[in-house]
């Protein structure tokens, strides 16, 4: 994927997943890139309970640790939202085609910038120097 994308230009991922079914897809600047169901990791029938942590940005080797700086993304984030159901094809071109999407209802971005912890390579953008895809 890496070879696919303009370095320096702005883009918009989407992850969804559904647990009832097990399917999770990734859009690209809401091109449908990648996609499958009931992999090990995103099962069907599986729950996401609350209490945990939210990592982005980073790999991890254990709950809530075993970062490797090596391994972390390299670039800005400018906003991260998550929503308790799948957004439709329609939300999603929508979103990747406005500078200001709206907030998710479980995660959004002013939270998130509230909480976060530690940032190596990466940055956390308060405004997007969103180009719209």
């Given at each position: 994927?890496?070879?696919?994308?303009?370095?320096?230009?702005?883009?918009?991922?989407?992850?969804?997943?559904?647990?009832?079914?097990?399917?999770?897809?990734?859009?690209?600047?809401?091109?449908?890139?990648?996609?499958d169901i009931n992999t090990r990791t995103f099962k069907s029938?599986q729950k996401l309970n609350g209490g945990g942590k939210f990592?982005?940005?980073?790999?991890?080797?254990?709950?809530?640790?075993?970062?490797?700086?090596?391994?972390?993304?390299?670039?800005?984030?400018?906003?991260?939202?998550?929503?308790?159901?799948?957004?439709?094809?329609?939300?999603?071109?929508?979103?990747?085609?406005?500078?200001?999407?709206?907030?998710?209802?479980?995660?959004?971005?002013?939270?998130?910038?509230?909480?976060?912890?530690?940032?190596?390579?990466?940055?956390?953008?308060?405004?997007?120097?969103?180009?719209?895809?």
């Amino acid at each position: 994927m890496q070879n696919a994308l303009s370095v320096g230009k702005w883009h918009h991922f989407t992850f969804t997943w559904q647990g009832k079914t097990g399917e999770w897809k990734i859009y690209v600047d809401y091109k449908d890139i990648m996609k499958d169901i009931n992999t090990r990791t995103f099962k069907s029938g599986q729950k996401l309970n609350g209490g945990g942590k939210f990592v982005i940005a980073q790999e991890q080797d254990s709950f809530g640790g075993g970062f490797d700086e090596s391994q972390a993304f390299v670039g800005s984030i400018s906003a991260v939202n998550m929503w308790d159901r799948i957004l439709t094809l329609a939300e999603i071109t929508e979103h990747a085609s406005s500078c200001a999407p709206p907030e998710g209802n479980l995660v959004s971005w002013n939270k998130v910038l509230e909480r976060v912890v530690e940032m190596k390579k990466s940055s956390l953008k308060k405004t997007s120097t969103c180009k719209a895809v």
